[in-house]
């Protein structure tokens, strides 16, 4: 008798291994250059390879119940992430007392062996059964999408950035940071005794920098500005001044950075479970937008996500119901967006709405309120009613579902890159690479 399972090796799988087994060997670890060779390893621990010897024992035969005695192995070979293994057992000696022998082994599914050995088991007297439905489901906490947009963003060259007003650690460290990865080379404008303060703290050198001084954050919001029209930046970013100061600088009617659209903020997330990057928008700037206004902030978002390699973006108009309501005006606007798509109004991206967050995010809830259509459920940009539903879907994200956040603004003539204090390393390196990659391959 034969018994044999299939498992993918995952590098979720290595991640969980080593936070339950406490074996943080780095060349088990996906990101990890172990053995200093330029590349990481991500070799499957032998006894997670081993452990699916066991899940054939207890899952198929002898089945549930089955409990171990004793088992041997020899590796031939290693595993690694991305690779597909099979476990095989067989039955080679029946001993007393519900005591069984098995020939077991792992191999690829070329069938080159990976390890072999042997298996001692108790097995049950009886039958039994178990739903799997009670083993509950684990997500890594991982931000795998940012990583992909920082490899994006890598090739590109540092991307000549105004900071306005980095006049505080956290407001700095930020830029620098982006700066240390080749993705921005910044001008700081602001007080530059303020600026040498906040780089004492962080331990950090910025003598090779250039430093405008200018410690009124109004004028210093203008100068960031004009240095865009002078040539010499093709990015903002918003240090250590209040948002409206720099948003001010960038909607004078002369010498600002206006175009025909209304600016909009969009948060670009990476939620651990969710297969795609997600973007929220506006969370940030247009707190009760009209119809015209998210016509900007729909294609806005949808040319963002163009620029950052999503072909065809899909949007998800968002209300708290998903049929057309007259006295809930959301539902109206939803339904002309979708509708100005169709007319070519809105272009580059799919548009449907009015859709409720779970049936924009979840293909089984769209199917069981009868919702089809390419969006429904497989949403890429939420667009929120308002800024109050956008900022709190933003932080019930992050906070709750553990997602990152890199924040932009979009609708100037650059994207003007928004950070939050409470951001860490991984967010603020990516709200400037999305930001690289927008000016790189703005449609």
């Not at 001993?95 to 020939?103: A, I, K, M, T, Y």
């Not at 799997?132 to 490899?151: N, W």
């Not at 930020?174 to 700066?179: D, F």
């Not at 297969?275 to 506006?282: G, I, P, Q, Y």
Request: proline share 6%.
């Amino acid at each position: 008798m034969e018994a044999a399972s299939t498992r993918a090796c995952t590098a979720e799988d290595l991640y969980i291994f080593a936070n339950s087994s406490g074996n943080h060997n780095p060349m088990h670890l996906p990101r990890e250059d172990g053995d200093n060779d330029g590349k990481p390893e991500a070799v499957a621990p032998g006894m997670w390879v081993g452990a699916l010897i066991s899940s054939v024992l207890g899952n198929d035969l002898p089945g549930p119940g089955t409990l171990y005695l004793s088992q041997d192995l020899r590796f031939l070979d290693r595993a690694h992430a991305g690779e597909t293994l099979v476990a095989r057992v067989r039955v080679s000696e029946k001993l007393p007392g519900n005591r069984v022998r098995f020939d077991t082994w792992v191999e690829r599914e070329d069938g080159l062996r990976i390890c072999e050995g042997a298996a001692e088991v108790i097995a049950p007297d009886k039958p039994m059964s178990f739903d799997d439905m009670d083993v509950p489901a684990l997500t890594v906490q991982r931000h795998q999408h940012f990583d992909r947009l920082l490899e994006q963003a890598a090739p590109l060259p540092a991307m000549a950035t105004v900071v306005v007003a980095p006049e505080k650690p956290d407001a700095l460290s930020g830029a620098l940071l982006a700066r240390d990865h080749t993705l921005i080379d910044p001008i700081l404008v602001g007080c530059a005794e303020k600026i040498a303060a906040a780089a004492e703290e962080l331990g950090a050198d910025v003598s090779g920098l250039e430093i405008i001084d200018i410690p009124d954050h109004r004028a210093a919001a203008l100068r960031a500005v004009s240095l865009i029209h002078e040539g010499r930046a093709q990015a903002l970013m918003k240090g250590h001044l209040h948002t409206d100061q720099l948003l001010h600088a960038i909607l004078k009617k002369e010498g600002g950075l206006r175009t025909n659209r209304r600016l909009s903020h969009v948060f670009v997330m990476d939620v651990p479970g969710h297969d795609h990057l997600l973007f929220v928008t506006d969370a940030a700037i247009n707190i009760s937008p009209d119809l015209d206004c998210k016509v900007s902030i729909c294609q806005n978002a949808i040319d963002l996500a163009l620029s950052l390699g999503i072909e065809q973006p899909k949007v998800g108009v968002l209300s708290a119901v998903e049929t057309v309501t007259p006295s809930i005006p959301s539902t109206l606007d939803a339904a002309v967006l979708s509708k100005m798509a169709d007319r070519g109004q809105i272009t580059g991206g799919l548009v449907d709405g009015p859709l409720a967050m779970d049936n924009a995010l979840d293909l089984q809830a769209a199917r069981t309120k009868g919702i089809t259509g390419l969006v429904a459920g497989h949403a890429d940009i939420l667009l929120a009613p308002n800024l109050e539903a956008g900022n709190m879907i933003a932080k019930e994200l992050t906070y709750l579902a553990h997602a990152e956040a890199a924040g932009v603004v979009m609708g100037a003539q650059v994207p003007v890159i928004l950070t939050s204090r409470s951001d860490d390393d991984k967010a603020r390196l990516a709200s400037c690479a999305v930001a690289a990659l927008y000016a790189a391959n703005r449609p």
